[in-house]
């Protein structure tokens, strides 16, 4: 019986994840590894298999004016040579995600290379303007997107900042059912354009993230970070995607479950 279940095991690993460390250790040892060795290891390689970023806390608050002269930037872990464009084979420009928490609010940055900066003089009401912008954006969701809890499809929220420091904030039913209308409590953005792109600077208040109850038990959110990469091209707008996370789509999509990883809030009270 103990062998059968060390095969099932097996079989379930090679599905799941590389195989490569499994099958290594499967050869080395002269013992049959007991049934909860093998299960420690399932679980890494799963863990392994999903983009991490650690919003740790630091004991300090930041002016949001798109300017990141504040210390506390620059001791914080960055996001930056892994956003890519998944639908295209070219190098994507420059692009560095920061955030971190006190406590009170949970702040982010992107310092963003881009050559063409789009940007809208009006803002419609119905915050709209973004869709034909430059911008970043971020994905906040408690679980899978796009499977049901509890027979219900979860909600789970955006925002999407242009090179202004004007936001469209708003929650989405999967699959693309969109509602402009929520609005992230207290939270404020700012941005720079510079000479060679835009600095965005923001903060959501923790307890707007934590009313939504996007905390999982172990102060884990899954997050997608992504920006808009538009070139005006006479009166034709060119649209690029970059995304963190690939999301292995065949057509250009944040929208999905794939297109998330995780962020994990260190020294959350
Ligand atoms: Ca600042
Ligand atoms: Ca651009
Ligand atoms: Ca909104």
């Known amino acids: 019986m103990k062998f059968l279940i060390i095969i099932v095991t097996f079989l379930l690993v090679s599905c799941t994840a590389p195989a490569t460390n ?77 955030a971190y928490h006190d406590n009170n609010n949970f702040y982010f940055s992107f310092v963003v290379k881009d050559q063409a900066v789009v940007s809208e003089e009006e803002w419609k009401e119905d915050e709209s303007t973004v869709d034909n912008e430059d911008r970043v954006e971020l994905f906040f969701a408690s679980t899978s997107i796009d499977k049901p809890v509890e027979y219900e499809i979860p909600l789970y929220y955006a925002t999407e900042v242009d090179p202004l420091g004007r936001a469209h904030d708003y929650s989405v039913k999967y699959y693309r059912e969109f509602d ?43 997050v997608g970070v992504f920006r808009a990469e538009f070139t005006k091209n006479h009166d034709e707008l060119v649209m690029q995607w970059i995304s963190w996370v690939d999301p ?22």
């Open 248 to 269: 292995k789509t065949e057509v250009p999509d944040f929208h999905v479950d794939s297109a998330f990883g995780q962020f994990r809030f260190l020294g959350l009270k």
């Open 22 to 98: 499994q099958t290594t250790t499967m050869h080395n040892s002269t013992e049959t590894p007991s049934n909860s060795e093998v299960t420690v290891k399932v679980v890494n390689q799963v863990q392994l298999s999903t983009s991490n970023y650690d919003v740790n806390y630091r004991d300090s608050s930041v002016n949001i004016d798109g300017v990141l002269e504040e210390e506390v930037w620059n001791s914080l872990g960055v996001i930056s040579g892994s956003f890519l464009y998944p639908w295209e084979k070219i190098e994507a420009p420059f692009t560095e995600f920061k």
């Open 180 to 222: 402009s209308k929520f609005n992230f409590d207290g939270a404020k953005n700012a941005a720079q354009i510079v000479d060679d792109g835009y600095v965005v600077e923001g903060y959501i208040p923790l307890t707007t993230l934590k009313a939504l109850n996007l905390f999982s038990e172990d102060q884990i959110i899954r």
